[in-house]
């Protein structure tokens, strides 16, 4: 703060203005992020980089701003020109500061990262509060001496809560949490002792089975005959999916640090949700992802135990006791902008403890807590049920507007010279791309083409067989298969995806939308969401289902592009040579456009089409560039006399991709989405695995524990 007044080109009146209000205006900051703070819990619903960019700025402030804070109201103690009575209520302040460091319930880390380093908010946790207790003890006849000690003790609490949160999130710990409890199983002389006796005398015995129970609601485990067309109504309400989806987390966590999980797991699993709608089986997806985030992210299990339920009662009580103590007490000497400020730290310490209460009671854990047997829990329950879980979207960005939104091009040009074109390329993408609804038509299809997988993988290795096709089996069902099989096997995963995703703009370019002459609906694009039949399966007529299935393919083409991109965490275990591939069909592209005079995309498409591609690239220019742009072409051209409606096939191809990437990608990389808004990508990772198509599953011996019982 000292180097502040060192600034030679600030004027007297700032730097003294500075000197007077900096530790008011510190903390009138400090209490302002808290607040703000309260918008955390909507970024699992928003994908918004400028709400999320706003949220990490006030995290970080806030731990800064109030640890500054301190450290000028320490100085300020020791500082004898200050009168003794705002010495008292530095003091005060100071206690403050602390319930400010344990931060909103909304929020305790902004990245699984952040809780790795509980240690050092450990530490943190020490220092703050012995400086606080410094304050306190250098004013130990402060005539605030009892709200100052009460509103220490919240504070320190604050801070306890939000240290133990980031311990219990971190992934060590979480790890430890998810094993089940240590079987030494029976002494084993003693066995052995038995065992020999009975090899030596026959004694005839009988196995008795013991078949482990898992919870569940109504006759959603019982063992049912699966067809192909599925469930036809859903038998469990919302709360009901809920408290499903919760038994499910429990069990599948595992999967986050990297456990297996039993085959007995598994069934039962698969089970439940081959009995389930498509409708169904996203929400309890999405019911077991927020559980995730906020397991993950929010102080919800220090906060659900018995002892912070104690916690949060003392807090509360020691606060309002805090504000009628210093409310009675005698406050002439102090400004009235001190007093002020320091009703303005109660109101808003009083502010959230209330909501903090709310979202305690109007949250998912309350149902899980309690059964809806009356009217105010039904009511809360209504409430609860209303808000979505996660963004409900995909982002979308395709190659051929990457390579031509690259204008003026002397910009682009002098950032490649400066070493920073990456930089404006990632800037160029976040600027053009847009986002999509994820529609309830890709949701069935999604849901229907992993059911199918499900329903053929019998056992675990068959399951592993089923998650390692990346387009096969959807080619395998076409009776082209032999002419279009070069487009999957021929390439790595990413050198695929960027081919099909090519071609797949072509051929959408190409075909274009046709009204339905006979469907009211007239299916298009924008459209989101269709009616519903009976069965819960979208009723529509053969040409809206050609334009849905064309829908299906754009939409998961750009979104997969996107990803490649964008998302290369996520994507980073299929990357292969994808930087020099998507270099060099970018490099063509443009110098493609550039030759042709093109300026828009519906052109671009138009004069790439037009192109006689009879020979792959590697054939005409071998290994000198990896292009895949006139490969693509070559594939439309395919696709488009390969049977009557080629968006069947495409589409089976892109979720079969599209699923793919999801198992191949690191668990502990979906399990960071949920802060982000989501991805349909995690949806299908976890998705896969409740079906039975993963690989996180071992075969148990016995699927069910068995003991020896003697005959009597």
């Given amino acids: 703060m000292d180097k502040i007044r060192e600034i030679p080109f600030l004027s007297k009146e700032v730097k003294k203005i500075w000197d007077v209000w900096n530790l008011q205006g510190c903390i009138l900051l400090s209490l302002s992020l808290q607040v703000s703070l309260l918008l955390a819990s909507f970024r699992k619903k928003c994908t918004s980089k400028l709400l999320r960019g706003l949220i990490w700025s006030a995290y970080l402030l806030a731990d800064w701003i109030a640890a500054v804070a301190i450290g000028i109201i320490t100085k300020s103690q020791v500082d004898t020109c200050d009168p003794k009575g705002n010495k008292d209520l530095l003091a005060f302040w100071a206690s403050f500061l602390l319930l400010h460091l344990g931060g909103p319930d909304t929020i305790t880390s902004f990245a699984l990262e952040d809780n790795e380093f509980w240690v050092r908010h450990l530490v943190g946790l020490i220092v703050q509060v012995l400086a606080a207790a410094c304050c306190l003890y250098l004013t130990l006849q402060n005539k605030f001496l009892v709200p100052t000690v009460l509103v220490f003790v919240v504070g320190t609490i604050k801070f306890g809560e939000r240290t133990c949160a980031l311990y219990l999130a971190s992934l060590d710990h979480f790890g430890e949490t998810v094993l089940p409890k240590p079987v030494a199983g029976p002494d084993y002389e003693e066995t052995v002792a038995i065992h020999t006796s009975m090899r030596s005398v026959a004694v005839p015995t009988t196995q008795e089975v013991v078949v482990p129970i898992r919870p569940s609601i109504g006759d959603a485990h019982k063992d049912p005959k699966f067809t192909v067309k599925g469930n036809t109504k859903e038998s469990l309400n919302d709360v009901q999916l809920l408290q499903e989806a919760y038994y499910l987390f429990e069990s599948f966590k595992r999967l986050i640090v990297g456990f297996l999980l039993s085959s007995k797991d598994r069934e039962l699993s698969r089970d439940f949700f081959l009995k389930r709608t498509y409708t169904s089986a996203f929400q309890l997806i999405e019911y077991e992802l927020s559980f995730m985030y906020e397991v993950l992210h929010t102080k919800v299990i220090v906060v659900r135990h018995k002892i912070g339920y104690t916690l949060r009662l003392v807090s509360f009580c020691a606060t309002i006791v805090a504000l009628v103590s210093f409310f009675s ?150 009776l082209n298969y032999q002419k279009l099989k070069w487009s999957i096997g021929d390439y790595q995963y990413a050198e695929s995806v960027l081919l099909w995703h090519i071609a797949t703009e072509l051929y959408y370019a190409e075909s274009g939308t046709e009204q339905c002459p006979d469907c009211p609906h007239g299916y298009g694009r924008q459209a989101t969401q269709r009616a519903c039949d009976s069965d819960n399966r979208l009723k529509l007529c053969d040409f809206c289902e050609s334009n849905a299935r064309r829908s299906i393919c754009k939409l998961v083409s750009d979104y997969m592009f996107y990803l490649l991109v964008m998302q290369h965490p996520m994507m980073a275990p299929v990357l292969g040579n994808w930087h020099i591939v998507f270099q060099d069909t970018c490099a063509e592209a443009k110098r493609f456009f550039r030759k042709h005079l093109v300026k828009d995309h519906k052109e671009a498409c138009k004069e790439i089409t037009d192109v006689e591609a009879k020979f792959r690239s590697a054939a005409v220019k071998g290994s000198k560039s990896k292009s895949v742009l006139f490969d693509a072409c070559m594939l439309a051209k395919q696709l488009k006399k390969s049977e009557a409606d080629p968006w069947k096939l495409m589409s089976r191809v892109w979720v079969e991709l599209l699923s793919y990437a999801s198992i191949k990608c690191r668990p502990i990389i979906h399990a960071q989405q949920p802060s982000r808004g989501g991805e349909l990508m995690t949806f299908t990772w976890l998705l896969m695995n409740h079906l039975g198509l993963g690989t996180q599953f071992y075969e148990l011996e016995n699927q069910a524990g068995t003991k020896m019982v003697a005959d009597k």
């Fill in 329 to 478: 007490v005698e406050k002439k000497e102090f400004t009235k902008f001190d007093i002020d400020l320091t009703y303005a730290l109660f109101s808003g310490a009083i502010f959230l403890d209330i909501i903090s209460v709310f979202m305690l009671i109007f949250s998912d854990w309350t149902l899980i807590a309690f059964n809806n047997t009356n009217i105010w829990s039904r009511f809360i329950a209504a409430v609860i049920m209303k808000g979505g879980r996660w963004s409900g979207s995909v982002s979308q960005y395709n190659m051929i507007k990457n390579c031509l939104d690259e204008r003026p091009e002397w910009v682009f040009t002098l950032a490649g010279y400066l070493g920073v074109g990456g930089i404006l390329g990632r800037i160029k993408i976040v600027y053009f791309s847009s986002s999509e609804a994820v529609t309830e038509e890709l949701k069935y299809f999604i849901f229907k083409q992993l059911r199918l997988k499900s329903l053929k993988a019998n056992n675990r290795r068959d399951g592993m067989e089923a998650c390692s096709q990346r387009g096969d089996w959807a080619l395998l069902l076409n």
